[in-house]
């Protein structure tokens, strides 16, 4: 069992990549940054089918499991030690999102799925992960709703919309 985290990576010239920190969820707010699980030694190093794993031990005395699978350039925190009750959780956080980041996540839109439905093909909450810097497992409670520019209807965390700018779009044939 094993859940998809993200690791900060230092490289030191001797002993090549170590994991510093690593945090589930970080949680954002305009003065405090929380979550972030600060790695003090790693105690263990070994490769397994294909993959690295690190056994840490973080700034409060807990031991952790980081595996890194260098294919997909992705870590994950695997079962064992300390590492257990975090995987207890469940893998969906809720969060509330303010109407600062509604405001900047909504400049990036340009239409819905309303007004432009052949266009939209991007769910707003995938927009508030950019903007928020979360991973897809995020469940975002908006404090209130988005407005589409284009034909000023609300949008959702849920609502497909059209991206501003031009970006991923497909280019114009010459
Ligand atoms: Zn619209």
Redesign the pocket.
């Known amino acids: 069992m094993s859940l998809s985290i993200h690791v900060d990576v230092q490289s030191a010239q001797s002993e090549g990549d170590r994991p510093v920190r690593f945090w589930l969820d970080v949680i954002l707010d305009e003065s405090t940054l929380s979550g972030i699980y600060e790695i003090e030694t790693v105690e263990d190093h070994w490769y397994e089918r294909n993959a690295e794993y690190f056994k840490v031990l973080t700034d409060v005395g807990k031991r952790y499991i980081l595996r890194f699978d260098p294919a997909l350039d992705r870590w994950s925190l695997h079962s064992g030690f300390d590492g257990d009750e975090l995987l207890q959780r469940p893998g969906v956080e809720m969060i509330t999102v303010e109407a600062s980041t509604i405001r900047a996540a909504e400049q990036q839109v340009a239409?819905?799925e309303?007004?432009r439905p052949d266009e939209a093909d991007w769910l707003f909450a995938s927009i508030l992960n950019e903007v928020t810097g979360r991973s897809g497992d995020t469940e975002y409670a908006m404090c209130e709703p988005a407005k589409?520019p284009?034909?000023r209807?609300e949008i959702s965390e849920k609502t497909l919309v059209q991206l501003q700018g031009g970006i991923e779009v497909e280019a114009p044939a010459e």
Request: charged content about 25%; overall charge neutral.
């Open positions: 239409a819905c309303r007004c589409c284009n034909c209807d």
